[in-house]
């Protein structure tokens, strides 16, 4: 059985860290925002994410734009 101490901290940081190398950082960083800095609700949160937009580069022809 785990114990809260084996749990990550929740915070606004370790919440960035799970979108670094993704292509969603910057929903990534309005999620952790909406959730830990606006205090919104979860859901909230989760929908504004889910409408957020990729920010994965575009490649055409191996070159990114």
Same mark, same amino acid.
């Given at each position: 059985?785990?114990?809260?101490?084996?749990? @990550? @901290? %929740?915070?606004?940081? $370790?919440?960035?860290?799970? $979108?670094?190398?993704?292509?969603?950082?910057? #929903?990534?960083?309005? $999620?952790?925002?909406? &959730? $830990? &800095?606006?205090?919104n609700? %979860?859901?909230?949160? +989760?929908?504004?994410?889910? +409408?957020a #937009?990729?920010?994965? @580069? %575009?490649? &055409?022809?191996?070159?990114? &734009?």
């Amino acid at each position: 059985m785990k114990s809260k101490t084996d749990s @990550p @901290p %929740l915070t606004n940081s $370790f919440c960035n860290k799970q $979108f670094e190398d993704t292509n969603r950082t910057k #929903a990534g960083v309005d $999620f952790c925002n909406c &959730i $830990f &800095i606006q205090d919104n609700l %979860l859901d909230s949160c +989760m929908e504004k994410y889910k +409408m957020a #937009a990729d920010d994965s @580069p %575009l490649v &055409i022809d191996g070159s990114r &734009i």
